[in-house]
């Protein structure tokens, strides 16, 4: 399978804890991309990397959020000291990257997080 | 403020019937828009995408338009099979923000036999 690719795909995890999530992108994209949605809604973005540079940031990304892509191949998303209001799917999505309008993203299948 | 609302929330079929999905948008100056299909549990997948010159696309039984003057784009499903049921996710492109997008919060289908 050459799509985006996340893991885990669940995590329940208890108030305060830490949690970090992968997203595998396809090879050849540059772009990679953190959203995250909750339930009826659709996706919020969150930040993107274009190739190691992390090029920018919502102002969802709070403190407690950091998103690395150190070789510029996989990403990690980590969340420290865990809330409630945390519990969402998180997205992950990966393009090419090129300066064109119609640069398509391509979504991975998401990490699910329930904060207990 | 950049803003897609997508009409209606959620919306309940019968097999083999058609149905029509309204997404209003405020984004502006305005670079293109896509919609995308999300499956239960899925990452949303594009189905089609359109630029500002562009009224009419379609995929197979999904027919998507735009108007551009008055900020409207509608999604058409033919004959609807039960595999359609999904959220359908209207997403607008902005030319300022790089490639940021912004989502409308989707219309949930449901096709039932």
């Known amino acids: 399978d050459t799509g985006v690719s996340q893991d885990p795909r669940h995590k329940i995890t208890k108030r305060g804890q830490n949690v970090t999530f992968r997203c595998d992108p396809i090879?050849?994209?540059?772009?990679l991309y953190w959203y995250r949605q909750t339930l009826g809604q659709g996706p919020e973005f969150l930040t993107y990397f274009q190739n190691e540079a992390q090029l920018e940031k919502s102002r969802l990304l709070s403190d407690r959020f950091s998103a690395e892509r150190p070789k510029g191949s996989f990403s990690t998303l980590e969340i420290q000291r865990t809330e409630q209001g945390d519990s969402a799917m998180y997205l992950c999505?990966?393009?090419?990257?090129?300066?064109?309008?119609?640069?398509?993203?391509?979504f991975g299948p998401g990490t699910r997080l329930t904060v207990l | 403020k950049n803003q897609v609302e997508q009409s209606p929330q959620s919306l309940i079929i019968l097999e083999g019937k058609n149905c029509t999905l309204q997404c209003n948008y405020t984004v502006s100056p305005f670079s293109n828009l896509r919609w995308y299909k999300q499956d239960t549990g899925r990452g949303p997948v594009s189905l089609t995408i359109m630029t500002f010159s562009e009224n009419t696309k379609s995929n197979g039984r999904y027919t998507a338009t735009l108007d551009a003057d008055t900020k409207q784009s509608s999604l058409h499903i033919t004959a609807s099979q039960l595999s359609d049921s999904a959220s359908y996710i209207c997403?607008?492109?902005?030319?300022?923000?790089?490639?940021?997008?912004?989502f409308g919060g989707g219309t949930r289908l449901m096709v039932k036999p």
């Open positions: 999505a990966s393009s090419l990257g090129t300066y064109s309008s119609t640069d398509t993203q391509y």
């Open positions: 090879s050849e994209h540059n772009r």
């Open positions: 997403v607008v492109r902005n030319n300022n923000a790089g490639n940021m997008l912004t």
